[in-house]
Nanobody, 127 residues
Framework: QVQLIESGGGVVQAGGSLRLSCAAS????????VGWFRRAPGKAREFAAA????????WYGNSVRGRFTLSRDNAKNTVYLQMNSLKVEDTAVYYC????????????????????WGQGTQVTVSS
């Protein structure tokens, strides 16, 4: 079992930056794909970014591509989401999720591809 804890959320002005962290306990995160999803007020949860277990491949949602960067430090059992040029529409609860190692191709854009979820961290971008 993997427990995920997000941190780094807060209030920032538009154009600013935040770095979210997803720390794992219970098992090493090094063999897990990790994704970030977000739920804005009144909207469905949407894919933001994902990174393969090795860090060699990353995926980004259209709305964050070019502004958000995902990285991981397996030695620290942590994945980071660097968010730059934040916009008011980035306001949401951000969730970290991890996918069990698997032999079939991983489709990180889909919520059902993940086995563990954190509780979320609030990001609020003010104008």
């Amino acid at each position: 079992q993997v427990q995920l804890i997000e941190s780094g959320g807060g209030v920032v002005q538009a154009g600013g930056s935040l770095r979210l962290s997803c720390a794992a306990s219970g098992r090493t995160l090094s063999r897990y794909g990790v994704g970030w999803f977000r739920r804005a007020p009144g909207k469905a949860r949407e894919f933001a970014a994902a990174i393969i277990w090795s860090g060699e491949s990353t995926w980004y949602g259209n709305s964050v591509r070019g502004r958000f960067t995902l990285s991981r430090d397996n030695a620290k059992n942590t994945v980071y989401l660097q968010m730059n040029s934040l916009k008011v529409e980035d306001t949401a609860v951000y969730y970290c999720a991890a996918a069990d190692p698997r032999t079939v191709p991983w489709r990180p854009l889909f919520e059902y591809e993940y086995d563990y979820w954190g509780q979320g961290t609030q990001v609020t971008v003010s104008s």
